[in-house]
C-alpha cells in the first residue's frame, strides 16, 4: 500500500502546481499524476515527450547526449569525432562508466574525447576541411580503430557543414566505415531524439554490411544483448547468465561493443532488449527486415531476473528451459542470504525516483525485494509507451512526473519525506545537502554492477550504506542553520 492516498497525492500536485503562472500550472499539469491501475493507456492520464517549459530547471539532456553519451559512445573500437566546440566531447567523456576490456588508445577509444574543437574562424568559414583533416590524422595516429563516427554539435546543423560527404569521401580513403551522425543537441525535446537518431545511423550505415557474408557460423541459440551500456559491469553480469543457460551471446552493444558484434546482429535468433527506450527503434528495425524477434528483459533484482530468464528460455527449447530452472536455483541460496542480511536493515523504506531510460521501472521490483516501497517516480525523457509499461510496476495511488522541474521535485520530496533518493548527478548534492540519503543511479555512484544476483548484493549492500550511514543525523540544510542559531544563543545564555 502507497503512504499516501489518492486524494492526498492528487491535493499534492495542486499545491505544488500553485506557484506557477496560469499557462505553466495548466502545461505542467498535464506531466503530474497518480498511479492508476485500471488506466490501460499512461496517454489518459500523463502527457510525455514534450518540449521543457523555459524559465523552468529541466533535468534533460540534449540530442548529442543522447547519440554520443548513450548509443554510440560505448562502441569501444570505434573512434566517435565530437564535431563542434570541445566542451559537449569533453562532458560526455567517461561519465557514464561504460567498463570495456581493451587498452586504451591502441584498440579502444571510449575514455578519450576526439573533438574538433571549434573556433569562431571554423564557425564563420565552416568545419569540413577540418573534419576531413582530423580523420585522416586519426587514422595515422590510431592505426587499430575499425571506424569512424561523426556525432554532430549545435553549431553543425546551424552552419551547415556537409558531414554526410566528408564521411563518404573518407570512408573510401581510409577502407573503413565513416559513419555521419546528424545529433545536433538542440534538435528534438531531449536525448531520446538522439537515441532515435543513432539507431537510424546504426541501421543506414552498419547494420547491413555483413548481410552478404556466409562465414558466421550460426547456432541456434544465438542472442544479443542490446541496450546495455555495461554501466560499472552490467552487461557482463547479464551475459554470464544468459551462457549459463546454454545460450550464445554474439552481440552485446553498446557497453563493451564493437563494430563487428553490431555488424553480425542480424545473425541471432533472438535480440535481448535491456534499455527500451534507448535501442527499441533498431530492434523492431531488425525485426521488419530480417525477421529477429526481440523482447526486453530485466535483470535488477531476483524477482525481475527471475521472470526474465524464464521468459528467455520460453523462445527456445527444453534443454535451455531446463538450464534457466537451474541457474534460478544455483543462485538461490546467494540471493537468499542477502535478502536475509538486508532486508531486516531496509523494510519499510521509502523510495523516490527520477532517472532516465529504464531505471525509474526497472530497478523497483529490485527495491521491493529489499522490502522497500518506491513511492513516486518519473523520467526524464520517456514516451508514454514507457510509462504504459511503468503504471504496472508502480502501486496505485503513487506519484508520477514526467520531466519534473527542480522546484517541484523539492516539493515533492519536502512533503511524501522518502527515506532514499535514486536520481541524477545534477540532484544529488541539491538533496544531500537536505540530509536525505541519495544514490545515483544513473552511473551507479561510482559503484556495480547492479544487474545479475552478483549485482543484486552490491545493490543491497550500496542502498543499507547509504540509507543508515549515520553521517545523515550530523546534516542540516545550510538555509536551516540560521534559523536555529538564536535560539541556540539564548539557550546558551
Not at 308 to 329: C, G, M, P, Y
Request: hydrophobic share 35%; with cysteine; glycine share 10%.
Amino acid at each position: 500500500m502507497s503512504v499516501m492516498t489518492r486524494e492526498e497525492t492528487e491535493a499534492l500536485i495542486q499545491e505544488v502546481l500553485e506557484v506557477y503562472p496560469e499557462g505553466a500550472k495548466k502545461d505542467r499539469a498535464k506531466h503530474l499524476t497518480v498511479n492508476d491501475h485500471e488506466v490501460e493507456q499512461s496517454k489518459k492520464c500523463i502527457t510525455s515527450n514534450r518540449k521543457s517549459l523555459p524559465g523552468v530547471m529541466t533535468i534533460r539532456g540534449c540530442a548529442y547526449a543522447g547519440s554520443k553519451g548513450v548509443v554510440w559512445g560505448p562502441i569501444k573500437d570505434m573512434i566517435h569525432i565530437s564535431h563542434g566546440p570541445v566542451g559537449c566531447g569533453q562532458y560526455s567523456r567517461a561519465g557514464r562508466r561504460n567498463y570495456y576490456v581493451g587498452t586504451t588508445g591502441v584498440n579502444t577509444f571510449g575514455t578519450m574525447n576526439f573533438t574538433s574543437d571549434f573556433q569562431e574562424k571554423d564557425i564563420v568559414f565552416g568545419g569540413d576541411k577540418k573534419l576531413a583533416k582530423i580523420m585522416t590524422e586519426i587514422e595515422q595516429l590510431f592505426p587499430l580503430n575499425k571506424g569512424i563516427t561523426v556525432q554532430s554539435e549545435c553549431p553543425i546543423g546551424l552552419i551547415g557543414d556537409d558531414i554526410e560527404a566528408v564521411s563518404k569521401k573518407t570512408a573510401k580513403e581510409i577502407e573503413k566505415p565513416v559513419v555521419p551522425v546528424r545529433c545536433e543537441g538542440f534538435r528534438g525535446v531531449s536525448q531520446s531524439l538522439g537515441h532515435h537518431i543513432a539507431n537510424d545511423a546504426v541501421r543506414d550505415w552498419v547494420l547491413h554490411n555483413r548481410d552478404n557474408d556466409s562465414s558466421f557460423e550460426s547456432t541456434d541459440y544465438d542472442v544479443t544483448i542490446i541496450g546495455d551500456y555495461n554501466i560499472g559491469g552490467d552487461a557482463w553480469s547479464s551475459r554470464t547468465l544468459l551462457e549459463e543457460m546454454g545460450l550464445r551471446v554474439i552481440a552485446q552493444w553498446s557497453g563493451d561493443g564493437t563494430l563487428a558484434e553490431m555488424e553480425n546482429t542480424p545473425k541471432a535468433k533472438l535480440n535481448l532488449l535491456h534499455c527500451y527506450r534507448s535501442m527499441n527503434y533498431i530492434s523492431r528495425h531488425m525485426e521488419e527486415k530480417y525477421g529477429i524477434p526481440w523482447m526486453e528483459y530485466n535483470f535488477f533484482g531476483p524477482t525481475k531476473i527471475e521472470e526474465s530468464l524464464r521468459k528467455i528460455a520460453a523462445f527456445f527449447d527444453e534443454t535451455i528451459q531446463a538450464n534457466a530452472e537451474k541457474v534460478i536455483e544455483k543462485y538461490k541460496a546467494e540471493y537468499d542470504a542477502v535478502i536475509a542480511k538486508y532486508r531486516p536493515r531496509l523494510e519499510g523504506k521509502k523510495v523516490m525516483l527520477y532517472v532516465g531510460g529504464l531505471r525509474p521501472r526497472h530497478i523497483i521490483g529490485a527495491y521491493e525485494d529489499l522490502g522497500m516501497e518506491v513511492v513516486g517516480t518519473g523520467y526524464e525523457f520517456a514516451h508514454n509507451d514507457d510509462y504504459d509499461r511503468t503504471i504496472k510496476d508502480m502501486g496505485n495511488a503513487t506519484l508520477i512526473y514526467d520531466d519534473v522541474t527542480g522546484y517541484e521535485f523539492e516539493e515533492f520530496v519536502k512533503k511524501i519525506k522518502p527515506d532514499l533518493i535514486g536520481s541524477g548527478i545534477k540532484e544529488k548534492y541539491i538533496f544531500q545537502k537536505m540530509g536525505i540519503p541519495f544514490r545515483q543511479m544513473h552511473s551507479w555512484d561510482y559503484s556495480g554492477p547492479y544487474h545479475g544476483y552478483d549485482g543484486f548484493a552490491i545493490f543491497a549492500r550500496d542502498m543499507d550504506m547509504t540509507l543508515n550511514n549515520p553521517c545523515w543525523s550530523k546534516i542540516q540544510a545550510p538555509w536551516l542553520k540560521g534559523e536555529e542559531e538564536p535560539e541556540a544563543a539564548a539557550a546558551g545564555a
